[in-house]
């Protein structure tokens, strides 16, 4: 069976990555998607996790795992909500910005490219690794890539 793999996404003004790294962990609480919930729902420990800054940022930033499988969430005050535990595993190497999601073909049926306004969604195997792969790229690399009117000159 293959392994699934998620993404998640945080505004960085409400909850950036280096807080989550320095609490070691938090409870994925607030979604109030359904079709968020029901990707909670089905997320397992050991599950790896993408952590995506939203808002200005747009990159996802860090590795996580899931640490606890999906729970009443305890912030809803009705329905049928669920929260999951992650914790952080590694900053990426770098921030793999949207605008270089978007211009990899490889990444053309990504759900964040897709669903954009999903906070909570899966990656295929392949995506996942390629977004990793993506993050370890050297900086330099991305640069010579990039158009002449974007690189900068010292």
Request: no cysteine.
């Given at each position: 069976m293959p392994q699934r793999c998620w993404l998640v996404k945080q505004e960085?003004?409400?909850?950036?990555?280096?807080?989550?790294?320095?609490?070691?962990?938090t409870a994925w609480t607030g979604v109030r998607n359904f079709q968020a919930r029901n990707h909670l729902r089905a997320m397992q420990p050991g599950d790896p996790v993408l952590y995506y800054h939203s808002g200005a940022e747009k990159a996802v930033v860090g590795l996580a795992e899931v640490a606890r499988a999906a729970y009443p969430d305890p912030t809803a005050k009705d329905g049928d909500w669920v929260a999951v535990d992650l914790k952080p595993v590694?900053?990426?190497?770098?921030?793999?910005?949207?605008?270089?999601?978007?211009?990899?073909?490889?990444?053309?049926?990504?759900?964040?490219?897709?669903?954009?306004?999903?906070?909570?969604?899966?990656?295929?195997?392949?995506?996942?690794?390629?977004?990793?792969?993506?993050?370890e790229r050297a900086t330099k690399a991305v640069?010579?890539?990039?158009?002449?009117?974007?690189r900068r000159h010292p």
């Open positions: 960085p003004a409400d909850y950036p990555w280096s807080r989550f790294v320095a609490e070691g962990g590694r900053a990426l190497a770098r921030p793999v910005p949207l605008a270089e999601i978007k211009a990899d073909p490889a990444l053309k049926n990504l759900s964040l490219v897709r669903q954009s306004r999903l906070s909570v969604m899966p990656v295929g195997e392949a995506e996942f690794e390629r977004l990793l792969a993506l993050a640069a010579r890539a990039a158009p002449r009117s974007l």
